[in-house]
């Protein structure tokens, strides 16, 4: 793995994979939508501007429309998309190790030359509309969004990411013009490359591109600094919000608030996630789904933000077993943090690990990803061995610490579907009102 920084702060990571006959791309911003704004001083609101300003900087440039730059990859039978995210937005492209220099050209005109062509702005506020119609439809795409409002609150992190149809309908070109000149500039610019690349030739196309457009990467600048890593108070929105609406399921998501993603606990966090919802041997699997037979998907997550983070519970089944299946996720991580784990579950859990994430690995999409999330979230880039040896120094006596510290945090509950919220007020309970499980 290399790491250049460039004079005019733009940073570039690669990871050259040895019999790779394809590679990843991607160009990323420390830019999500945790970092939005009201109109203030003089300024126009920002809030949807990151997602809507993803979908424009595939609408055209100076030199290429909409439709080359889709032909530039269908051509070579490449991928090329991108993801905005709560704290960063990322464009990446997959293609073969011949078609790089042609993915690099491409990207970089788009991330410096994008138009904002009023008419087609007007034609991708229709599809984003559309994009989040689709999302309301989706019952888990629901409760996931209201889960992050009701354990963060007024954070920035608890915003939807695809902003919303009020906010997209009041979006204005000027503000998402505003917002693309003061994010996507050198000093924010982070590029990550995968596979068959070579990390001078990768330094030497990117500089050519970006000055091709006009960039004036003589002037020097730092870097734009990392966030700051102190996790932050967040104050949920309430420990229960159920959202009434016809189906054949209620999708549950129960959950507390997490680590951030720098907290040195999160490999004790990656085991207890695995044991507790990460796999088919994992508990909530085996007493949701194998024993009682009362859901089809049921799991745990934990992401974590530069200052926030959740921990949540997700489970579709059908309503009359709701209360029951939301009673059992509590139960589970209580029972977790008065007993702990097994000898035979660590173990499982940490070769679970291991092997997921060699295998993920063989993937260049997850070795580029890998380089960006490093650079921009953790300051620091673990290989595999290094991680491996953090995991495996986890012990049960750091499992059950932290899930005991989880159990005590304030519960919050989201159901979507057909159900009164009376069937579940007791859940939600602080410990100190709920039976003793030990």
């Given at each position: 793995?290399?790491?250049?920084?460039?004079?005019?702060?733009?940073?570039?990571?690669?990871?050259?994979?040895?019999?790779?006959?394809?590679?990843?791309?991607?160009?990323?911003?420390?830019?999500?939508?945790?970092?939005?704004?009201?109109?203030?001083?003089?300024?126009?609101?920002?809030?949807?501007?990151?997602?809507?300003?993803?979908?424009?900087?595939?609408?055209?440039?100076?030199?290429?429309?909409?439709?080359?730059?889709?032909?530039?990859?269908?051509?070579?039978?490449?991928?090329?998309?991108?993801?905005?995210?709560?704290?960063?937005?990322?464009?990446?492209?997959?293609?073969?190790?011949?078609?790089?220099?042609?993915?690099?050209?491409?990207?970089?005109?788009?991330?410096?030359?994008?138009?904002?062509?009023?008419?087609?702005?007007?034609?991708?506020?229709?599809?984003?509309?559309?994009?989040?119609?689709?999302?309301?439809?989706?019952?888990?795409?629901?409760?996931?969004?209201?889960?992050?409002?009701?354990?963060?609150?007024?954070?920035?992190?608890?915003?939807?990411?695809?902003?919303?149809?009020?906010?997209?309908?009041?979006?204005?070109?000027?503000?998402?013009?505003?917002?693309?000149?003061?994010?996507?500039?050198?000093?924010?610019?982070?590029?990550?490359?995968?596979?068959?690349?070579?990390?001078?030739?990768?330094?030497?196309?990117?500089?050519?591109?970006?000055?091709?457009?006009?960039?004036?990467?003589?002037?020097?600048?730092?870097?734009?600094?990392?966030?700051?890593?102190?996790?932050?108070?967040?104050?949920?929105?309430?420990?229960?919000?159920?959202?009434?609406?016809?189906?054949?399921?209620?999708?549950?998501?129960?959950?507390?608030?997490?680590?951030?993603a720098t907290d040195e606990r999160r490999a004790v966090m990656s085991v207890l996630t695995t044991v507790f919802g990460g796999g088919m041997s994992s508990r909530l699997f085996q007493q949701i789904r194998e024993r009682r037979g009362l859901a089809y998907a049921v799991y745990s997550f934990a992401p974590g933000y530069s200052d926030a983070g959740v921990f949540g519970m997700y489970a579709g089944c059908a309503p009359k077993n709701a209360a029951t299946v939301a009673a059992l996720m509590r139960t589970e991580l209580e029972r977790l943090a008065h007993h702990g784990v097994t000898d035979d579950e660590l173990t499982r859990a940490i070769g679970y690990l291991g092997g997921a994430s060699a295998l993920a690995l063989e993937d260049s999409d997850t070795r580029m990803s890998r380089l960006g999330r490093a650079e921009i979230a953790l300051g620091e880039f673990a290989d595999l061995d290094e991680a491996l040896r953090r995991v495996g120094r986890v012990t049960a006596d750091d499992v059950r610490a932290l899930a005991g510290e989880l159990a005590d945090r304030p519960f919050s509950l989201v159901a979507v579907g057909p159900v009164d919220e009376r069937a579940f007020r007791s859940i939600v309970d602080q410990p100190e009102t709920r039976p003793d499980v030990a």
């Open positions: 793995m290399r790491r250049s920084v460039l004079p005019s702060g733009i940073r570039v990571l690669s990871e050259q994979v040895p019999g790779s006959r394809s590679a990843t791309i991607g160009f990323w911003v420390a830019v999500g939508s945790r970092d939005e704004h009201p109109a203030e001083s003089g300024h126009p609101a920002t809030f949807g501007s990151t997602h809507f300003l993803e979908h424009l900087l595939f609408k055209g440039t100076e030199t290429r429309s909409a439709l080359d730059i889709a032909v530039s990859f269908d051509s070579v039978g490449g991928e090329h998309n991108a993801v905005t995210a709560k704290e960063y937005t990322c464009y990446y492209a997959k293609v073969q190790d011949r078609d790089l220099p042609m993915a690099v050209d491409v990207l970089a005109d788009m991330f410096t030359s994008s138009v904002l062509d009023p008419d087609d702005f007007e034609s991708e506020r229709r599809v984003i509309l559309e994009e989040l119609a689709m999302a309301g439809d989706d019952p888990a795409d629901v409760a996931n969004e209201r889960f992050f409002e009701a354990v963060l609150g007024t954070h920035p992190l608890a915003r939807p990411i695809g902003g919303d149809p009020e906010t997209i309908g009041l979006a204005t070109r000027d503000a998402v013009l505003e917002h693309y000149r003061a994010s996507y500039r050198a000093r924010d610019l982070v590029v990550t490359a995968a596979g068959a690349v070579d990390h001078d030739a990768l330094v030497a196309r990117l500089t050519s591109a970006l000055e091709t457009a006009g960039w004036d990467l003589a002037a020097a600048a730092a870097p734009v600094e990392r966030r700051r890593a102190e996790p932050a108070l967040v104050d949920g929105r309430g420990p229960l919000a159920v959202v009434e609406r016809p189906g054949e399921q209620v999708n549950l998501v129960l959950g507390v608030p997490g680590l951030v």
